[in-house]
């Protein structure tokens, strides 16, 4: 059974730093595209970043140049290192990663930022 756990969250003040971390377990294969989420209280939730298995990465405009996802392959983890961080960025932050076809979530990890 393919499995995402993230780990990592916390609480941060503003302008802090954290760094995420999703570990896929279950599976032999790499994932090829592997992500992050994120859903505020009251809020759809909505897509961070993203990163391919060749590295090639794409972010949602209101994280850029504060946050970076990276991964290794070979142990089939992706990290969301966020840093500057704002009280809008508070929120349930969620892997995902598409193998075969098929997309798989984690259980979420809380990040809460005060002002």
């Known amino acids: 059974q393919v499995q995402l756990v993230e780990s990592g969250g916390g609480l941060v003040q503003a302008g802090g730093s954290l760094r995420l971390s999703c570990v896929a377990s279950?599976?032999?294969?790499?994932?090829?595209?592997m992500g992050w989420y994120r859903q505020a209280p009251g809020k759809q939730r909505e897509f961070v970043a993203v990163?391919?298995?060749?590295?090639?990465?794409n972010y949602a405009d209101s994280v850029k140049g504060r946050f970076t996802v990276s991964r290794e392959n070979a142990k089939n983890t992706v990290y969301l290192q966020l840093n500057s961080l704002k009280p809008e960025d508070t929120a349930v932050y969620y892997c995902?990663?598409?193998?075969?076809?098929?997309?798989?979530w984690g259980q979420g990890t809380q990040v809460t930022v005060s002002s």
């Open positions: 995902n990663g598409l193998l075969f076809g098929q997309t798989y």
């Open positions: 279950g599976t032999i294969f790499s994932f090829n595209d």
């Open positions: 990163i391919v298995k060749s590295g090639g990465t």
